[in-house]
């Protein structure tokens, strides 16, 4: 049995929904209804490498990071593929440069998202401290 199961519908045109536990995620490929497939991919990716830089900064003893917050970016090519992926992660703690760095690191390797990706798409993440 699967870890993890969903079920995508659609009726007509390029949008669907995707049933995820008991959840509704729509999707559509034209932005009418929902978010399209790359926007989706992206916005899941960061809401995966948030909560895995908390992880990084508890193991690396920050445990009062404060308000996160990841400002994601994406190229695409002609082909409408993603190219390239960048997260600006404001952190509400002042942390210095070594400090950040190695969470971010760190996040890298916790986030699952992360990992499934091809290397070339992995986000180029920028930390800014002290943001709030």
């Known amino acids: ?3 993890i199961e969903t079920s995508t519908v659609s009726e007509s045109g390029y949008a669907s929904t995707s049933q995820v536990g008991e959840f509704d995620l729509q999707i559509d490929a034209t932005d ?3 978010p ?3 926007a989706t991919l992206v916005a ?3 809401s995966c490498y948030l909560p895995a830089f908390r992880v990084g900064g508890s193991q690396r003893g920050e445990e009062e990071l404060g308000q996160i917050q990841i400002d994601a970016s994406a190229e695409l090519d002609d082909h409408d593929d993603l190219e390239s992926i960048a997260f600006d992660v404001h952190v509400e703690a002042d942390l210095d440069d070594e400090t950040a760095a190695d969470i971010a690191e760190r996040a890298e390797g916790i986030c699952h998202v992360h990992s499934a990706l091809r290397e070339e798409l992995n986000a180029d993440v920028s930390v800014y401290t002290g943001a709030f």
Do not use: Q, R
Request: aromatic share 8%.
């Open 44 to 46: 899941t990716y960061a």
């Open 1 to 3: 049995m699967a870890d």
């Open 32 to 34: 009418e209804t929902g």
């Open 36 to 38: 399209n497939p790359n």
